[in-house]
């Protein structure tokens, strides 16, 4: 067996299961069991480069668990954002690349603040995605980050402590009742809650069938944990503080209206890369 039969191979199985982007997928999980980068498998595919029988194996695997939709990130058990190389797996949601353009308005409102030492928050920070990039991009900055379930938080933990960034903290509550020793003294407060309504069910396997529920789904309407963030954050920012929620495509319009009814002003909400409604901001 060579590389590039293996590729090839792999390949064709994920195209017929419906992987999205099955080459790149084939080629992350190839250079996972092997060691290797993706542009050092894309050149071993060029040399046929011979692969060990116990190697094949393994990659036989991890393929015929990506054909069944287990997600990539579970497999390697790691994923990138922004900046950051995080630890995921069951019982944490795994961060999407339109949440990378969130932490950004958070990163930026962050360092817009006259503070000397800006705090933000993080509300329900699942693997730590968005508060440990606003700790490593705006090291000046002091960020705490809370998250209530107990699987999620073991994830955010093992990555804090891999992070490092001495400017940020992890506790262990619920965002409803969280940090009241900083009422009115956070400048920034960033949320990635969950926005799906109950009866809406998420098209792709990698969401339905293994991202934690309790990440996904937001009540009737989905914005039973949005409307307990606004409160929150209310409490917790200090005059002229920034709030950033992340949510649905179609959501845009009932958060503002939502936020204008709690006395939040300068509501907007901002397109990510793909054109799509993604985060409302508004200030206190």
């Known amino acids: 067996m060579t590389v590039r039969v293996l590729l090839e191979h792999a390949t064709a199985v994920l195209s017929r299961a419906g992987v999205p982007d099955p080459e790149v997928d084939a080629t992350l999980l190839l250079g996972h069991v092997l060691g290797a980068s993706r542009g050092q498998i894309q050149a071993f ?73 800006p705090l933000a928050v993080d509300l329900g920070t699942g693997s730590g995605a968005i508060a440990l990039s606003l700790a490593t991009e705006v090291p000046h900055a002091r960020v705490v980050a809370v ?52 009866g809406a069910i998420p098209r792709d396997p990698e969401v339905r069938l293994f991202d934690p529920e309790h990440a996904l789904y937001g009540g009737e309407d989905g914005l039973d944990v949005v409307r307990s963030v606004s409160q929150t954050a209310r409490r917790l920012l200090r005059a002229g503080g920034a709030l950033v929620i992340e949510h649905g495509e179609l959501q845009g319009a009932e958060i503002r209206t939502l936020l204008a009814a709690d006395g939040w002003n300068a509501t907007a909400t901002h397109r990510d890369l793909t054109g799509r409604d993604r985060a409302t901001t508004a200030l206190r």
Do not use: C
């Open 147 to 198: 998250e209530n379930s107990s699987p999620a938080f073991i994830w955010a933990k093992q990555n804090f402590a891999a992070v490092d960034a001495r400017n940020a903290r992890l506790v262990f509550i619920d965002l409803a009742v969280a940090l009241p020793e900083l009422d009115g003294l956070v400048s920034v407060v960033v949320s990635n809650p969950p926005y799906i309504p109950a």
């Open 45 to 117: 595919t060029y040399t046929d480069v011979p692969v060990g029988p116990e190697d094949a194996v393994a990659i036989a695997e991890v393929i015929e668990r990506r054909a069944a939709r287990e997600p990539l990130q579970h497999i390697t058990g790691t994923t990138g954002f922004r900046s950051l190389e995080l630890a995921v797996g069951p019982g944490v949601f795994v961060p999407r690349p339109e949440t990378e353009f969130v932490a950004g308005l958070a990163i930026d409102s962050l360092r817009s603040m006259a503070d000397e030492s």
